[in-house]
């Protein structure tokens, strides 16, 4: 029969990195982060409606399971390139936004409010990636492309609640 689990991991450690890390490693940490991201992208990717929306979304996963892949000490390098395509989406998605001068109350529609979860988490993600550059080397590109995603999923959230007509609440 086949099992989907090896229960190696039942003593609270892990290899990662090729080497075998207790699980409270603040490298779990900053994966575990940009893996609950990835499913709750793609909670957002199914609620909502619009389709060049959805595909940004599609991308953003693909690209943070190569964040995760390099946390996990696989070869990936997070170029300059990646991160202005980021820059590139962020203008684009927010040309038509109305100018902010206070905060906004994450809220709106449900896809908007999925997306400010979102952006929650990667800040999350991006701090805990922050706190272990003193325990593993990172990338040069992992943490600027981040804070570039966090901006970006904030973007998307304004961007949502225009095209759903929803209000932003603002403080």
């Known amino acids: 029969m086949r099992t989907y689990f090896t229960g190696k991991g039942d003593n609270g450690f892990s290899f990662i990195r090729g080497k075998r890390r207790m699980k409270s490693s603040k490298t779990f940490d900053a994966i ?33 399971f190569r964040v995760n892949a390099y946390l996990a000490g696989f070869e ?22 109305p100018e902010l001068h206070a905060f906004i109350v994450p809220s709106g529609c449900v896809g908007s409010a999925i997306l400010h979860v979102a952006r929650a988490i990667c800040r999350r993600a991006e701090r805990h990636i922050v706190s272990i550059k003193n325990e593993v080397s990172v990338d040069s590109g992992i943490i600027p492309y981040m804070n570039r995603l966090s ?10 609640d225009l095209k759903e007509g929803e209000k932003e609440e603002r403080l």
């Open 76 to 97: 990936e390098k997070f170029t300059v390139d990646r991160i202005k395509k980021l820059e590139l989406m962020i203008n684009e998605f927010g040309k038509d936004l």
């Open 32 to 64: 575990g982060d940009v893996d609950e991201l990835i499913s709750v992208l793609g909670l957002a990717k199914n609620l909502i409606e619009i389709d060049e929306v959805k595909k940004v979304v599609d991308f953003i996963q693909r690209d943070l």
């Open 151 to 160: 901006s970006l999923l904030f973007v998307l959230a304004r961007y949502v």
